[in-house]
């Protein structure tokens, strides 16, 4: 996102958000700081934020029906971030209206032993949602880009053979592996959204004053928080060479404002709206046979008499 004039807010529950400003493009070099971490909001107030939200809730619930009863596309969602960036808050808000047997989330932590015995993508592989559902991963393979590529001493617990072990050539190799899955995916009916949500280090550690002074958050802290944020700036540099290699036309990145909690939400709802509403999907058409059928039941349905009105029958 290089400006933020398309982002405005009006009266009403009407919003204007140009997805394409957040997008990486394919073959772009990115540099973060030249993405911003907050823009001006596309809400006025918070009575509007919760009327925007709502509307888009609505709308990203009926065309979850629609997916499920076309029955011809999933989507995958991933969310990816640095701690306290607002990962969970985006889900639970953005995806609170859609039926739960069409939606599922998946959070990657560490590698089991059984997982670590097979190839990086093979765990997650195993959660790619079936068609007609949305699939969410909180946090995916990139962990084996971003967080295996700061701390490469994971890389080599990994079990992998020695000779297979060169970081002057492994990352490449992996976002090769993983554009290659994602253009695999897309050509079965797989779209894949993928968010980074893009937290300054002053506003994380705001979050993180607030989890320790608030005993209701301080469950959310934990000591490898602070850990992980002496590595801020390989963790940048992470993230900027996974967006710059992975980002397609297919499977794109996109770069959401994350210093502002609500409107990072606002922006995640239109992205999916605007994904949802590209797929052109229809509900199954009803053919003459099927039309005689239904016609035949209803008359059936017709004669039956109604139930006694104490319940008997």
Request: hydrophobic share 35%; aromatic share 10%.
């Amino acid at each position: 996102m290089r400006s933020s004039a398309d982002l405005i807010f009006t009266e009403g529950v009407k919003m204007k958000v140009n997805s394409k400003d957040f997008q990486v493009q394919e073959g772009e070099q990115v540099k973060l700081k030249k993405w911003p971490t907050l823009v001006k909001p596309v809400y006025k107030s918070k009575e509007s934020y919760n009327k925007l939200l709502s509307k888009q809730v609505s709308e990203l619930s009926d065309l979850q029906q629609l997916l499920y009863a076309s029955n011809r596309h999933s989507l995958l969602l991933i969310f990816q971030a640095m701690d306290a960036a607002g990962k969970d808050g985006v889900i639970r808000h953005v995806m609170s209206g859609i039926n739960p047997q069409g939606c599922q989330v998946f959070s990657f932590k560490h590698p089991s032993a059984t997982e670590l015995d097979h190839d990086f993508l093979w765990r997650t592989t195993q959660c790619l949602p079936e068609r007609g559902r949305i699939g969410i991963f909180n946090r995916s393979y990139y962990e084996e880009v971003l967080i295996v590529r700061v701390h490469p001493e994971i890389l080599h617990g990994q079990g992998l053979p020695d000779g297979l072990i060169d970081e002057k050539t492994i990352w490449q190799e992996r976002y090769r592996s993983i554009v290659n899955l994602e253009s695999h995916l897309h050509r079965n009916g797989t779209r894949v959204i993928k968010f980074f949500l893009h937290l300054s280090k002053d506003e994380q550690r705001k979050r993180f004053l607030e989890r320790i002074d608030d005993p209701e958050k301080n469950w959310k802290f934990d000591q490898a928080d602070i850990v992980e944020r002496k590595f801020w700036n390989q963790y940048m540099q992470a993230y900027e060479a996974c967006l710059s290699a992975t980002s397609t036309k297919l499977a794109p990145w996109y770069v959401v404002p994350a210093d502002d909690k609500e409107n990072a939400r606002l922006i995640v709802s239109n992205i999916i709206l605007d994904t949802f509403k590209s797929l052109k999907m229809s509900y199954p058409k009803t053919d003459a046979k099927r039309q005689q059928d239904l016609l035949s039941i209803r008359q059936q349905l017709m004669k039956e008499k109604p139930d006694n009105k104490d319940g008997e029958h």
